[in-house]
């Protein structure tokens, strides 16, 4: 990363905000656990997700929202956020896709 700045403190004006640009990109499984952090953020109660333990201390599994027809969906699982809401996440956040 150091290198990456060095290389782009040479460069003039747009250059330079092109250069930190990519810099930042984040790449499709960073924004899904994003999306998924902001989702469980949103939840209000202690079971969002099969995985989670509730407050005296028992794996939630089926007792979660996510595993309850109904109610809030939470997203728990990167299968979860489809293609398209990576998308929107990157327009919504003025983003391209980093490259490989």
Do not use: W
């Not at 990363?1 to 460069?11: A, D, G, H, P, Y």
């Not at 990519?22 to 902001?38: F, G, H, M, P, S």
């Not at 990167?78 to 398209?84: L, P, S």
Request: charged share 25%.
């Amino acid at each position: 990363m150091l290198k990456r700045l060095v290389l782009c403190s040479f460069t003039l004006g747009l250059s330079l905000a092109l250069c930190i640009a990519q810099e930042k990109a984040e790449t499709d499984q960073q924004i899904k656990q994003k999306i998924i952090r902001e989702s469980l953020a949103g939840y209000r109660g202690n079971c969002p997700c099969p995985y989670n333990v509730d407050r005296a201390g028992r794996s939630c599994g089926r007792r979660s929202a996510y595993s309850r027809p109904g109610g809030q969906q939470p997203f728990c699982y990167e299968t979860d956020v489809t293609k398209e809401m990576v998308e929107q996440y990157r327009k919504r956040f003025g983003q391209k896709q980093q490259k490989p």
